[in-house]
Every structure is written in C-alpha cells, then in structure tokens.
C-alpha cells in the first residue's frame, strides 16, 4: 500500500506552507492539514510553526500519544521521497 504513495519533494512540501495551503511532513509521511487547521485544539499559529517542513519534533515534544495516521489519514498526501531531507 505504501509503495502507491505519492513522493514529495522537500522543495514541493516547502511551498504549501500557507493557511489556505498547508502540507506538513510528520513521522514520514506529508499530509495536507489545511482543512484540520481551524479543528487543531492547539490552534492554526501552533500548527503552522510545522507548515511545510518536517514537524514530527514539534508534533512529538506536544503531543506523541496523537495518532496522527488515523486522524488525518484522508488528508495523506504521501511521503517524503526517500533519500531527501525537508527542513525542520
Ligand atoms: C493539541 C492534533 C500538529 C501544537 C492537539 C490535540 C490534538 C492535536 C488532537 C489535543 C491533544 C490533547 O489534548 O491530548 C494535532 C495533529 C497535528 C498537530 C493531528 C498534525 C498536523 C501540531 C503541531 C504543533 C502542535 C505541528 C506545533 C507545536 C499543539 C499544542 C497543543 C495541541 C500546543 C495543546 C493545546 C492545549 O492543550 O492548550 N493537537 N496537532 N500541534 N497541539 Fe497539535
């Protein structure tokens, strides 16, 4: 199943960092939230800190026992190409 996954790249994740477009790449895989940002009990600022980059760390230090896979799993976009690195 994982193998059907769109590959994103690090530059292409980089450009939805916008509130009206906003991917975000956590424990490998990118999702786009920008229909979960006005749900986030954390609110839209504290998860665009994540926008466009790798936010697992940020995601992690908050909230680890989130499971993002199953909450957001409509809003899987794929994963990040393997062998790249997206910021943090
Ligand atoms: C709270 C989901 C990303 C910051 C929460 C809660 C959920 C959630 C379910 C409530 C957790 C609880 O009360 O146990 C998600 C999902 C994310 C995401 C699905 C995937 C994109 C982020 C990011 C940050 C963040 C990137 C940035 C640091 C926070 C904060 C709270 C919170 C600060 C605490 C709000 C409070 O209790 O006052 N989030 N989150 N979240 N989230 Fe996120």
Known sequence: TNGQLYEVLPEELAKHNKVDDCWALIKGHVYN????????????????????KDATDLFNDVHRW???????????VGRLKSGTIAEK
């Not at 939230?33 to 994540?50: S, W």
């Not at 993002?68 to 899987?76: D, Q």
């Open 33 to 52: 939230v920008t229909p979960y940002l006005d749900y986030h009990p954390g609110g839209v600022d504290e998860l665009m800190r994540g926008a466009g």
């Open 66 to 76: 989130v499971n993002v896979e199953s909450m957001l799993s409509k809003c899987l």
